[in-house]
């Protein structure tokens, strides 16, 4: 017999004191949260697919993302794109932030290839915005540029990273542009 049902049934026989009404109430919560306690079986190791998080995700983890967002986060969306990206996206309770981190597939023609892709990437935002609103930060990582717009009433803010043989976006709402480049630091250190 599993154990929840026969301290239920061991507490029904004295039920009319209290400190055994307490203790029914608590054991049938615990049974409640705690399923494999109430059905006496063991726990179920996680299924295959519980590992096919894309990688962006394991770029960043919630906490670190919420001392900058300065409010609890949740994953909103993830997806893999075998030929483009890993995403993940992030929400604030209050909907207002949001974190977004593409991590792009590797290009068959290794590091070379892959950092010729960034840097066409980096001189079409340039072109994209004015003088002073895409600039290095190169501290961040072998080569990191960040998107500080001068109008921006959206708060969006955008880091590109490159390390190693990768390349990476971040983008955020609602977090300015320090707390974008401090969340890009964390994916540049695990890319």
């Known amino acids: 017999m599993p154990l929840c049902q026969s301290i239920v049934l061991a507490i029904r026989a004295k039920w009319s004191q209290p400190e055994v009404m ?29 590992n096919l998080e ?9 906490r670190e993302i919420e001392a900058y967002a300065g409010e609890p986060v949740f994953v909103e ?8 990206a890993d995403t993940c996206s992030w929400k604030g309770l209050n909907h207002d932030i949001s974190i977004k981190v593409m991590l792009f597939k590797p ?18 935002e340039k072109e994209l915005h004015e003088p002073g609103e895409f600039v290095a930060v190169p501290e961040l ?11 921006n009433p959206t708060q969006f803010y955008a880091v590109y990273v490159f390390s190693g043989e990768r390349n990476a976006a971040i983008t955020t709402t609602n ?7 401090a969340i890009a630091r964390h994916v540049a250190s695990r890319m």
């Open 77 to 84: 969306d993830n997806q893999s794109q075998p030929d483009y």
């Open 141 to 151: 990582a072998e080569d990191a540029w960040a998107l500080d717009l001068s109008e």
């Open 22 to 50: 307490w203790t029914a109430l608590l054991t049938i919560s615990a049974c409640f949260c705690f399923p494999t306690l109430a059905s006496g079986s063991s726990p179920v190791p996680p299924s295959p697919a519980a």
């Open 107 to 124: 290009s068959d023609g290794g590091r070379d290839k892959e950092r010729a892709i960034f840097d066409q990437m980096i001189e079409k």
């Open 54 to 62: 894309p990688a962006a995700c394991k770029l960043v983890i919630a």
């Open 175 to 181: 977090i300015g542009l320090e707390g974008t480049v």
